[in-house]
């Protein structure tokens, strides 16, 4: 509808889909999106999807086996090693009932597995682990809500030459999420270092794939089968700012800012254990949740005469804990504030022949260390080519 009494413009978009998979059975998709712009100068939008993922081949029949770490006592390594600190805490009792009875489910009496459990060890820093399809598995399914605005303005005198504000807000939650729970992971879950198993029972979800060897009680191997794990839930904000300004002597300012504000990242790694709030973290890459910060944004302040144009970009990424912060008591330390300036310029000669340069990280910001190894960092999200210059031509034939 447009041109009405309440509306500028009103635009209503629906959709559905049905899908049949022969192992994943019938799904059913659908979406409703609606804009109203009851100005010229503001927008109304907002919208609700239902998707669904089926599971692709290798998460229904792929086989493999790789190693995972566990790493090393006290704070790290197999809980039942002698070493370990959870021996002599707080919860020891609980760690050592467990110990005993994932002994016996190798085979041991209990009068063997009393008598292992005192000296017992683990000598290595990784363990087996075995990655397995699952032709059971169900949809992902997600529902995502948006709601925001946009408020653009005209020009206001001969200085203010255009503006707009947009704020959008999101919501979504994915269920049945597929994946695999880590081998180092599971181990820390079964061991409660989350509150994922408070009474230590063997019949754990979690302690369910930890297999130990035949007679020997010794930590073999822990199974990864993708599963319907449970789910994401995520929230946040985005907000943009433009504008431009006509300054004395013909010159020309502009401004934009790109703003997210993330409210949550909560993961449930199984059904019915307890959300982990995973915002404002980061890993080292060894993990499969991204980097998480609570604040990013990027900001350009251009400056243009004629032809010719010159920009200043200032990308900013707040501080960070680390990710095994979730799990452990002792995790390594965080990663702070990380700021870059970028430099660019632009000269238009003709219709049809334009130059640009620039430098990247201006002031050569060396990327922060991650998980708290000198060397280590994320370098999806961190520069760590350092200062780097760039010359392009652009021509039209």
């Known amino acids: 509808m447009s041109d009405g009494a309440f509306a500028k413009s009103l635009n209503l978009t629906l959709g559905a889909r049905i899908s049949d998979y022969n192992l994943a059975g019938s799904a059913f998709t659908y979406k409703a999106e609606l804009d109203w712009r009851p100005v010229e100068s503001l927008l109304l939008r907002g919208g609700f999807e239902h998707a669904l993922r089926a599971p692709n081949v290798a998460e229904l029949f792929s086989q493999s086996g790789t190693v995972v770490s566990v790493g090393?006592?006290?704070?790290?390594?197999?809980?039942?090693?002698s070493r370990s600190s959870l021996r002599t805490g707080a919860n020891a009792t609980g760690v050592r009932n467990l110990c005993l009875a994932q002994?016996?489910?190798a085979g041991l009496t209990a009068t063997e597995a009393a008598n292992l459990y005192p000296g017992y060890t683990y000598v290595s820093a990784v363990v087996g682990s075995r990655i397995t399809g699952?032709?059971?598995?169900?949809?992902?399914?997600?529902?995502?809500?948006?709601?925001?605005?946009?408020?653009?303005?005209?020009?206001?005198?001969?200085?203010?030459r255009k503006g707009s504000?947009?704020?959008?807000?999101?919501?979504?939650e994915i269920k049945d999420q597929i994946g695999t729970v880590t081998g180092s992971l599971a181990l820390q879950k079964c061991f409660n270092l989350d509150g994922s198993n408070p009474t230590y029972d063997p019949a754990n979800s979690y302690c369910s794939t930890i297999v130990r060897s035949a007679g020997s009680g010794i930590l073999f191997d822990i199974g990864a089968p993708y599963l319907?794990?449970?789910?994401?839930?995520?929230?946040?904000?985005?907000v943009q700012f433009d504008s431009e300004f006509n300054l004395p002597?013909?010159?020309?300012?502009?401004?934009n800012t790109v703003v997210n504000y993330l409210d949550e990242f909560r993961i449930q790694s199984l059904k019915g254990s307890p959300w982990q709030e995973y915002r404002a973290t980061?890993?080292?890459g060894r993990a499969t949740t991204p980097p998480l910060p609570g604040w990013r944004s990027a900001t350009t302040l251009g400056l243009a005469y004629g032809d010719a144009s010159a920009s200043l970009r200032w990308r900013h990424i707040h501080s960070m804990r680390d990710i095994a912060s979730v799990t452990s008591a002792t995790p390594p330390p965080g990663v702070d504030a990380y700021d870059i300036l970028d430099l660019s310029a632009r000269l238009k000669l003709s219709e049809r022949f334009e130059l640009s340069a620039g430098i990247n990280n201006l002031l050569e910001k060396s990327p922060p260390v991650v998980g708290g190894v000198a060397g280590?960092?994320?370098?999806?999200?961190?520069?760590?080519i350092g200062r780097n210059y760039f010359l392009g031509a652009k021509a039209k034939f």
């Open 72 to 81: 090393n006592p006290p704070t790290a390594g197999d809980p039942c090693d």
């Open 249 to 255: 002597h013909d010159l020309r300012l502009s401004f």
């Open 134 to 160: 699952n032709p059971k598995l169900d949809p992902e399914a997600a529902d995502t809500y948006t709601l925001g605005a946009v408020y653009s303005i005209g020009p206001l005198g001969e200085w203010f």
């Open 165 to 172: 504000i947009s704020v959008d807000y999101y919501n979504i």
């Open 376 to 384: 280590q960092t994320t370098p999806t999200l961190y520069d760590v």
């Open 103 to 105: 002994f016996q489910s």
């Open 228 to 238: 319907n794990l449970a789910g994401t839930r995520t929230s946040g904000i985005d």
């Open 282 to 284: 980061i890993s080292s």
